[in-house]
Each structure stands twice: as structure tokens, then as C-alpha cells.
């Protein structure tokens, strides 16, 4: 919604900063708010009742904080996080973590202690030292606003910084007595940084490599989705060049479902496997887009590349990491892509030049065996159009990851560079509501699950339809095999778990345990149809029997 006369501006007795703020969050479309109602934002919710947006509420900060990432995720609109002061801060600073590290649009707003509290603190309820500071460390910026009028431009700058270079999460602190103030202010009206355009000569050189180059291949990471209100499927140019200079194409985690990945040049998001990593270094010319190519990337603190480097990036920083780039073309993915293809038009490769060993089969069923069954059945229940939310768990990074093929406009979440636990759920509330018009599952261990096992309430309060599957393996089944693989006996991953059913029953949901990848297929299909979330778990066939 653009500034007009809906939204006042000055005149009149003005807004309050409540005010002020629920004004900017309009002017720039808002309306969805993911948050928890405390004594100091009460104003804020009020205003926001008023204005008619939609209040979602978690049932910890830490939900809302995934929520409203998920959403972001979907949509490519920022999702916005509402908290109270003090310890909700620092219960949402976890997701904004995540969301820091996999470059996701959310906007936390809180209140702070008032404008005149003195420096060393007074008993003030929710106090905390700088409770700015303190959230900074885990976002682009936090700032503390000192003016009614300083509301509004803060959010635009907030919104602004989204849309230029990598969007990552930021923080507005207002002060809890500025909240009831009342003065005249201006609204500004959202503007948007043009997309980078790539440096023809940078883009030219890199063409000549393409060109030239005889084992060429791509890595595509997060920075490559498009936003999802753009019509332009994000892999097709991308294939298409691909296509031209015969190179294979991999992805990382985040990338995963970007390209096609039942296309035969593409080897899906299988960077982390050894036997891709070490075809990689065998390739003359490497593009880059999109990706730190950073050790949450690759599984490994070290890995040398041994042909040239093309990195294409919105952010400059990327280029002089540990990989630092032969050429570096500092610019927005879809016009780097769209001008190598137009400088590449002419070359025609159809299959690699030249093929380098890259049977990674044997490695991938080593580390998909114990799940593969059930995540076939899983992918026969989705419709091609789902939106897949994994979290942390090794069903998930050893086994969908790689076991699952996900094929635009499917997506597929996972929190790859903070790597939190307890993600999927409220990640896939917030994407369900992002797009309510596409199915959406999660899957998770049963530990991970029991991170935010609560937000299950939120999703049955929505009626959202979401299918919960869960594997099951008696605790935090990863580390306790890195425990004996290190030598060690395995101490304190063992963990008793509910009766996951139940408990989903308890909430208001439906629960289902399935002793079969086809009970589990039938179990899916039904929860899609169903419009409450349904728990769906299974044993894990090689990994314990209880509750990762």
C-alpha cells in the first residue's frame, strides 16, 4: 500500500509512535505481523488491530522469529517479528541468526526502556544493559530510535536495506514512552534500490572463459532464488546457459530447487559430498553465484579449487573470502546471468567437453539408505508445487537433501548457515501463510521437533492444513553417531520422547504413526486434505526406536 490519504501523516493531533510505526508498516504493503503481546507493545497492537493487519501469534519469540523467516523465504517480502522488551529480544535473536546467516528479510520491531532511563539501569521491568547491542550482534544493524518522527524513517530504511546487496534481518528499538507520545510526522513513502548491473567488461571476460573452458561448471546458492513475486522462473536462464557451455550444475543447501534437478546436467544440492567436491576441483572454470562457498557449504574447512573462479554476488565481500575470485562480477544474479547468456549466445555445448568422474551415486545411497524409502513415498504424496520445510535433522541434511529431487516452482527450506534446531515447524507455519495457495510439509527428527513443538498451536489455531512428518531415533541421532565415530560412548543424546500422536491429538491436531513408506504416502495425501496439521511419524529404520 502506497502513502495516501488512509494513512495520516500530520495535521490533526498527529500520530503516536504506535501510531507512527503501524503507518510505515502499511505504506510498505505490511499485512501479517508475527509476534507476542507484552505490557510494553500493547500501543503497537492496538494500532495494529486498528489497521487490520493480521497478528499471528507464537507461543515463544523464537517461533515468531522462524515464522516470519519462512514467510520471507516464500513471498520475497520481509517478515516482520513484533516483541516485548528484554527476554523477548533475546528469545527471537536465535532466528535472527538463522535469517542473518541464510540472508532472510525480517524485520524485528520492539519496544526499549524509556528515553530518559539512566545508563546504569533502575529495576525497570525487562531491563537489560543495551538490549540493542546485544541484538545487533546476530543482524545487519539495530537501531534505537530517539523521536516520534524518526518512526517512520526508520522502517523505510529498513525496507530499503532489503532490497539492496544481501537482505538480512534488522532491528528497530523504540522507546517504550515514545510509543504513547503523540506528534505530527511524515510517512515516508517506500522506495526500492534498483537491482546491481553487472560490469560489461567483468562479464565479458567471464564469457571468454565459459567459452573456452573444457570440464565448466556452475554452483548456485541461496542468492539465486528470486523473489517470489517475480513471474520469471529463476532456473530456466540459468539451464539455458548451462546448457550452452555444457556445464554440470550443482547446488547448496540453500540453492537446492533453484535449477530443475531432474535436469541431466544437474547433480542437485550435493556440494557437501565428497565425491562433488572432489570432481569440482578437477574443472578448468568454476561459476560461482550466489554462494559464500563457505565451510556450511561444503562440509570442510578446507577445499582448493584448482581452475578459475567466476563469483557472481550482490555482495563484494563474497569476492576476497576463502575462495577469492579470478573474476569478479559484483552484481544482481538474474542480470549477471541474463548478460553471459546474451554474450554466450552463439556457443553451443550440449553435454560437458569433457566428462570428469562424478559418480556420486554410491556415496549418496550410503547416506540416504535408512530414509530413502520413506522420502520416496514422501515425494510421491507432494504435489509438484510443494514447498518442503526441513529442519536440522540428519532426515533432512543425509537424507532429503540429497534423496529428494525438487523441481521448480517446488522449494525447498532448510536453516543451513546457523543450522538451528526447532526451525521446520513454526518456518512452515509462515511459509503456509505466505502461500496459503501451495501445499506445504515439514520434516523433522523427533528431536529437533521438540524445539518448538509448541508452535503446533499456532498452526492448529490457523487451520492451517500441513502435514508434520517426523522421523523418529530415539534422540539426537547424529551426534551420537559423530560420539562413536569419535570413540567415544554415547552420553547424554539418548532422550526420552512423547507419544508424538497423542500429543498432536492433545493440541487439536490429528496424529498418525505409519509403519510403512506407503502408510506413510496415504498418511500425507490424507493430511493434505485435512484442515488442521496432521503429526505424521515413523521409525527410523537403522536408527533407534524412540525420539533429531
Known amino acids: 500500500m502506497a502513502a495516501d490519504e488512509s494513512i495520516p501523516t500530520a495535521g490533526g493531533k498527529g500520530l503516536t509512535g504506535a501510531g507512527a510505526l503501524v503507518a510505515g508498516l502499511r505504506s510498505h504493503g505490511v499485512d501479517t505481523v508475527f509476534g507476542i503481546p507484552g505490557l510494553h507493545n500493547l500501543a503497537v497492537y492496538a494500532e495494529l488491530d486498528r489497521a487490520g493487519i493480521r497478528c499471528v501469534t507464537p507461543r515463544h519469540e523464537q517461533g515468531a522469529g522462524y515464522a516470519a523467516d519462512g514467510?520471507?523465504?516464500?513471498?520475497?517480502?520481509?517478515?516482520?517479528?513484533?516483541?516485548?522488551?528484554?527476554?523477548?529480544?533475546?528469545?527471537?535473536?536465535?532466528?535472527?541468526?538463522?535469517?542473518?546467516?541464510?540472508?532472510?528479510?525480517?524485520?524485528?520491531?520492539?519496544?526499549?526502556?524509556?528515553?530518559?532511563?539512566?545508563?546504569?539501569?533502575?529495576?525497570?521491568?525487562?531491563?537489560?544493559?543495551?538490549?540493542?547491542?546485544?541484538?545487533?550482534?546476530?543482524?545487519?544493524w539495530s537501531h534505537r530510535v530517539t523521536s516520534v518522527r524518526e518512526i517512520p524513517a526508520a522502517v523505510a530504511r529498513a525496507f530499503a536495506a532489503f532490497t539492496e546487496g544481501r537482505p538480512r534481518p534488522v532491528h528497530i528499538e523504540i522507546p517504550a514512552d515514545l510509543l504513547d507520545s503523540r506528534t505530527e510526522v511524515h510517512v515516508a513513502p517506500p522506495y526500492r534500490v534498483m537491482p546491481r548491473v553487472p560490469d560489461p567488461a567483468a562479464l565479458h571476460r567471464a564469457a571468454e572463459l565459459l567459452s573456452r573452458a573444457r570440464r565448466p561448471a556452475f554452483v548456485l546458492g541461496g542468492g539465486t532464488h528470486r523473489p517470489a513475486e517475480d513471474p520469471r522462473p529463476p532456473g530456466e536462464p540459468i539451464m539455458r546457459l548451462a546448457e550452452r557451455v555444457g556445464a554440470r550444475v550443482v547446488t547448496t543447501a540453500s540453492g537446492k530447487g533453484v535449477v530443475p534437478e531432474s535436469h541431466p546436467l544437474c547433480l542437485g544440492a550435493t556440494l557437501h559430498l565428497e565425491t562433488v567436491r572432489r570432481w569440482l576441483a578437477t574443472c578448468d572454470v568454476v561459476l560461482a553465484i550466489g554462494t559464500e562457498l563457505g565451510p556450511a557449504d561444503l562440509w570442510e574447512e578446507h577445499f582448493a579449487l584448482t581452475g578459475t573462479l567466476i563469483r557472481v554476488d550482490v555482495d563484494p565481500a563474497q569476492m576476497y573470502g576463502d575462495h577469492v575470485a579470478d573474476v569478479a562480477i559484483v552484481a544482481d544474479a538474474a542480470l549477471a546471468v541474463q548478460g553471459l547468456g546474451e554474450q554466450l549466445r552463439d556457443v553451443a555445448g550440449p553435454v560437458p567437453r569433457e566428462r570428469p568422474g562424478c559418480d556420486y551415486r554410491a556415496e549418496l545411497e550410503t547416506l540416504t539408505g535408512r530414509w530413502i524409502e520413506y522420502l520416496r513415498a514422501l515425494g510421491r504424496a507432494l504435489p509438484g508445487d510443494a514447498i518442503i520445510v526441513g529442519d536440522n535433522s540428519m532426515v533432512v541434511y543425509h537424507g532429503a537433501l540429497v534423496g529428494m529431487v525438487i523441481d521448480p516452482p517446488g522449494r525447498f527450506l532448510f536453516p543451513a548457515g546457523f543450522g538451528t534446531l526447532g526451525f521446520a515447524l513454526p518456518a512452515g507455519i509462515g511459509a503456509k501463510l505466505g502461500r496459503p495457495d501451495r501445499p506445504v510439509a515439514v520434516l523433522a527428527g523427533d528431536g529437533a521437533l521438540q524445539f518448538s513443538l509448541q508452535e503446533l498451536a499456532m498452526a492448529v489455531e490457523l487451520r492451517l492444513s500441513l502435514p508434520v512428518v517426523v522421523a523418529l531415533n530415539g534422540g539426537f541421532g547424529e551426534i551420537r553417531e559423530e560420539m562413536v565415530r569419535k570413540g567415544m560412548s554415547p552420553v547424554a543424546v539418548d532422550l526420552h520422547g512423547p507419544d508424538f500422536p497423542a500429543l498432536a491429538e492433545a493440541y487439536g491436531a490429528h496424529g498418525r504413526a505409519v509403519k510403512s513408506p506407503e502408510g506413510l504416502r496415504e498418511a500425507v495425501e490424507e493430511a493434505l486434505r485435512t484442515p488442521v496439521p496432521t503429526v505424521i511419524t515413523f521409525t527410523e529404520p537403522c536408527g533407534g526406536d524412540g525420539p533429531a
Open 71 to 140: 514467510y520471507a523465504r516464500v513471498t520475497g517480502r520481509p517478515g516482520i517479528v513484533l516483541t516485548t522488551t528484554g527476554p523477548g529480544v533475546t528469545n527471537a535473536a536465535t532466528a535472527l541468526g538463522e535469517a542473518y546467516s541464510d540472508s532472510s528479510p525480517v524485520l524485528l520491531i520492539s519496544p526499549g526502556v524509556p528515553t530518559d532511563h539512566p545508563r546504569g539501569g533502575r529495576g525497570y521491568l525487562h531491563e537489560s544493559k543495551d538490549q540493542s547491542r546485544a541484538i545487533e550482534a546476530l543482524c545487519a
